[in-house]
């Protein structure tokens, strides 16, 4: 049995090993495969030759539309508020040179009668020592007495011939009494408040029948014909803008509203949006209103742009940074960029007729391989 055990034993060993080395034969049999060289990859990118030329482009920019002329309504007499030629409510539109609102005049109106009264009869007191004494004014005093109307303003004073008349006519309270009645005269017109602009009411702070003082506010109003919208512009747009310019307004549909004219351009600068207000004046329209509040946009037409190439925003990378291809591999320059539209960009600084790629490359570096392609 032992002997047999051996054999079985010994016969596994021969087979292990004759095994191993028929395979070490027969690798040694086979061909390695031949090494290839390795395929140069190049790249495809759209490329166009640097020309520079005169460009005019548009600068886009929303804005908050806001009246030309707010004014807040004030009482400057005292007296019962008495209705004028349209309701005072909210919201309610007039045209300029209506009466807005009326303050309680009739006593004001008595009190300024009496003093053209008791003016004429002074003045008729010295009418007879002008004839004699001032013979050469004596006939322009005569017609200012008979121009005067205590129902009317009072007309302009004669002119004052000399010192001595000038006395005469002081000694007499002539000259204290007229401007004394031209006050109240003003101060009587400032019962009755008219619009100054074509508009509406868009406060109202008393109501018809209550007291006014002195000081009290009334209400407020807005001129709604001259409008202006206001557009913040980026530093770097701002420049391209100048008084004067003409201005097309639009919603954000695009749609035409109207078009407006710079009237200013702020001189303080917004810290943290680097940007500066503009001021567009809006002549509003019954056919297609505009309102106050209104969210527009400004669209600033013929910005020439000299001696620039445009491209697309995003074949500039590092800010400033563009690839030209330099005998067939990429090569790295630096542009000036002198404006940026939104997804374009205006520049220069870098040699006509270099090669530029005008698309966003992806893992490339200087030096690699490309094929242009006509960006056309």
Same mark, same amino acid.
């Given at each position: 049995?032992?002997?047999?055990?051996?054999?079985?034993?010994?016969?596994?060993?021969?087979?292990?090993?004759?095994?191993?080395?028929?395979?070490?034969?027969?690798?040694?049999?086979?061909?390695?495969?031949?090494?290839?060289?390795?395929?140069?990859?190049?790249?495809?990118?759209? &490329?166009?030759?640097?020309?520079?030329?005169?460009?005019?482009?548009?600068?886009?920019?929303?804005?908050?539309?806001?009246?030309?002329?707010?004014?807040?309504?004030? &009482?400057?007499?005292?007296?019962?508020?008495?209705?004028?030629?349209?309701?005072?409510?909210?919201?309610?539109?007039?045209?300029?040179?209506?009466?807005?609102?009326?303050?309680?005049?009739?006593?004001?109106?008595?009190?300024?009668?009496?003093?053209?009264?008791?003016?004429?009869?002074?003045?008729?007191?010295?009418?007879?020592?002008?004839?004699?004494?001032?013979?050469?004014?004596?006939?322009?005093?005569?017609?200012?007495?008979?121009?005067?109307?205590?129902?009317?303003?009072?007309?302009?004073?004669?002119?004052?011939?000399?010192t001595k008349e000038k006395v005469f006519l002081a000694s007499r309270n002539i000259l204290?009494?007229?401007?004394?009645?031209?006050?109240?005269?003003?101060?009587?017109?400032?019962?009755?408040?008219?619009?100054?602009?074509?508009?509406?009411?868009?406060?109202?702070?008393?109501?018809?029948?209550?007291? &006014?003082g002195i000081g009290a506010r009334l209400g407020n109003i807005i001129n709604t014909t001259?409008?202006?919208?206001?557009?913040?512009?980026?530093?770097?747009?701002?420049?391209?803008?100048?008084?004067?310019?003409?201005?097309?307004?639009?919603?954000?549909?695009?749609?035409?509203?109207?078009?407006?004219?710079?009237?200013?351009?702020?001189?303080?600068?917004?810290?943290?949006?680097?940007?500066?207000?503009?001021?567009?004046?809006?002549?509003?329209?019954?056919?297609?209103?505009?309102?106050?509040?209104?969210?527009?946009?400004? #669209?600033?037409?013929?910005?020439? #742009?000299?001696?620039?190439?445009?491209?697309?925003?995003?074949?500039?990378?590092?800010?400033?940074?563009?690839?030209?291809?330099?005998?067939?591999?990429?090569?790295?320059?630096?542009?000036?960029? #002198?404006?940026?539209?939104?997804?374009?960009?205006?520049?220069?600084?870098?040699?006509?007729?270099?090669?530029?790629?005008?698309?966003?490359?992806?893992?490339?570096?200087?030096?690699?391989?490309?094929?242009?392609?006509?960006?056309?």
């Open positions: 049995m032992k002997k047999q055990k051996y054999v079985i034993i010994i016969s596994g060993i021969v087979i292990i090993v004759v095994a191993f080395f028929s395979m070490i034969w027969l690798s040694g049999l086979k061909e390695e495969p031949r090494k290839l060289p390795p395929r140069e990859i190049v790249r495809f990118a759209r &490329a166009v030759p640097v020309k520079y030329a005169d460009h005019v482009t548009t600068i886009t920019a929303t804005g908050r539309v806001y009246s030309n002329a707010e004014v807040i309504l004030s &009482a400057e007499v005292t007296g019962k508020i008495l209705p004028g030629s349209i309701p005072f409510k909210e919201g309610q539109s007039f045209q300029k040179g209506d009466l807005i609102l009326r303050i309680y005049d009739r006593e004001a109106a008595l009190s300024l009668k009496a003093q053209k009264s008791g003016f004429l009869n002074n003045l008729a007191n010295i009418l007879p020592d002008l004839k004699i004494d001032y013979e050469n004014n004596y006939s322009d005093w005569y017609k200012f007495f008979e121009l005067i109307d205590i129902e009317k303003d009072i007309p302009d004073l004669p002119e004052i011939k000399s204290s009494t007229y401007y004394n009645i031209k006050r109240a005269e003003s101060n009587f017109r400032k019962h009755n408040i008219y619009a100054p602009f074509n508009g509406s009411i868009t406060e109202v702070n008393v109501e018809v029948g209550g007291i &006014a001259d409008l202006e919208l206001e557009v913040p512009l980026d530093i770097k747009d701002a420049k391209w803008v100048k008084i004067g310019d003409r201005v097309r307004i639009t919603d954000e549909n695009g749609i035409i509203y109207n078009r407006g004219i710079i009237r200013r351009i702020s001189g303080d600068l917004d810290v943290q949006t680097q940007s500066i207000s503009i001021f567009i004046g809006i002549k509003n329209r019954k056919d297609n209103p505009i309102y106050k509040g209104q969210y527009l946009t400004a #669209v600033f037409e013929n910005v020439e #742009v000299k001696e620039s190439m445009e491209i697309p925003r995003n074949s500039v990378f590092n800010s400033n940074n563009v690839y030209v291809i330099n005998n067939g591999a990429l090569k790295k320059e630096t542009v000036n960029i #002198v404006r940026l539209n939104e997804k374009t960009l205006f520049f220069n600084g870098i040699n006509v007729n270099d090669t530029i790629v005008a698309e966003p490359l992806v893992n490339v570096t200087e030096g690699t391989k490309v094929k242009p392609l006509s960006s056309q």
